[in-house]
């Protein structure tokens, strides 16, 4: 369980750093908004590459696995900032994607490994201390810009923060976590992982598509003030760790599948909230409650996931499931973008609380598809 928490807090410690760093990042390596925007691409690409295959070396090499991911992922993550191309900067972003996706997949199949092994839910409080890691690192990233640091010395510091969480928690009795000797591994993508995949895809849009767009939308939209624009992407994450830790809790009296139909429920509410709020305090009050909905459906899916492979394929099928998953948190706000520009942001936004509605539900075809475990 700690090594659980301790590489979900690490995985938020960068990401919440990153964002906040991203414009110093963006200035000293003397690119465009458009060579900008086509090397933060080569992050998706990267950890598409990456997550299958770490899926299989997890089942094959054990817990191992994790801590050198990590400890990668820490290395590539100080690289943007020695970037002075467009050409640099996006083959540092491919780097820092690949080892991103590897240790997305062996958290997250560690994670699924001790709710087997204790009995008890663990994936919405380990993405729920993901969540608290972005905003606490997000915050303290601001004041180190604010008192003059550039990329490197907050990367660097992130590099320091993330290894030695690699060195002093997760590698300490990594290798007595025996791999997995597959004797029957299956060729074929089997349906119920698709179930899983999409349903996940789906809900990471509706995250992603706030995360990145509710700025903008109270900017744009609403006329708000710079500073009360700049906080919903942090109302969202609070919103989010707030509600997968209370989902967490809830799983010891709720089923999986209840879980994420009401969770579905509650996002299509929140995001419809939002998307025809008349002023930007009630468009807030809408991303909150959206982020509160939406927080707990992607740790639920990975876990009824992992529950539903068994400890023979745990590691690849939520490899799998992630992969699939990725594609609708790299394509969500590129297609809240695309929809703005046909019709406008509050009918795309909109557009996102129908797809949560989706989500619910679908939620009872996923758990329908993880009462078959495979033996």
Known sequence: MLKTLAGFGAFGLFWGAWGAVL???KAEAGVSDAQLGAALLCVGLGALCSMRFTGYLIDRYGGVVLPVAVLLFAACGVLPALAGSAVALGGALFLLGATSGATDVAINATGSSSEAATGKPLMNLAHGLFSIAVVVASLSTAALRAAGAGALPVLGCVFVLVALVALLVLLPGSTKIKPVVQEKAPRRLEPALLVFGGLCALAFVVENAWQSWSAVHLDTTLGAAPALASSAPAVFAAAAATGRISGN?????????????????VAALGSALAAVAGNPWLALVGIAVAGLGTSVCAPTIISMAGAWAGPE????AISTVTTIAYLGFLLGPAAVGLFSSIWSLPTALGGVAVLAVVVAVLGPMAGRAGTRQTS
């Open 249 to 265: 809790a809830l799983l010891r009296r709720l089923r999986p599948t209840q879980l994420l139909v009401a969770g579905g429920i």
């Open 23 to 25: 414009p110093a990042v």
């Open 313 to 316: 394929r745990r590691a690849g």
